[in-house]
């Protein structure tokens, strides 16, 4: 069984950064791909950046690209999203994620950007 927690979430002005980090209980770098996802009220769950595993290649949402960064720390168990020149659009709740043979989700950390 893995936790994952989310932090770093909150209240940033247009334009502004936050990081985003998710604690791990254990290793999640076994699992297939381990990802950021958001949920915006009255939309569907998207992805937003992914880690593949196996070969380190990264993915990130077209919406996203070349604002958002993903990285991890394998010393520390733990998953970043770096997201700089923040939108209005980019509002929702952010959720960890380690997908593999089982899918291991957190809690959360929600993120409002405000103009």
């Known amino acids: 069984q893995v936790r994952l927690v989310e932090s770093g979430g909150g209240l940033v002005q247009a334009g502004g950064s936050l990081r985003l980090s998710c604690a791990a209980s254990g290793s999640i770098f076994s699992f297939n791909a381990i990802s950021w996802y958001r949920q915006a009220p009255g939309k569907e769950r998207e992805l937003v950046a992914s880690?593949?595993?196996?070969?380190?290649?990264?993915i990130y949402a077209d919406s996203v690209k070349g604002r958002f960064t993903i990285s991890r720390d394998d010393a520390k168990n733990s998953l970043y999203l770096q997201m700089n020149s923040l939108k209005f659009e980019d509002t929702a709740m952010y959720y960890c994620?380690?997908?593999?043979?089982?899918?291991?989700w957190g809690q959360g950390t929600q993120v409002t950007v405000v103009s």
């Open positions: 994620a380690a997908l593999g043979e089982f899918d291991w």
């Open positions: 880690i593949i595993s196996s070969s380190g290649n990264t």
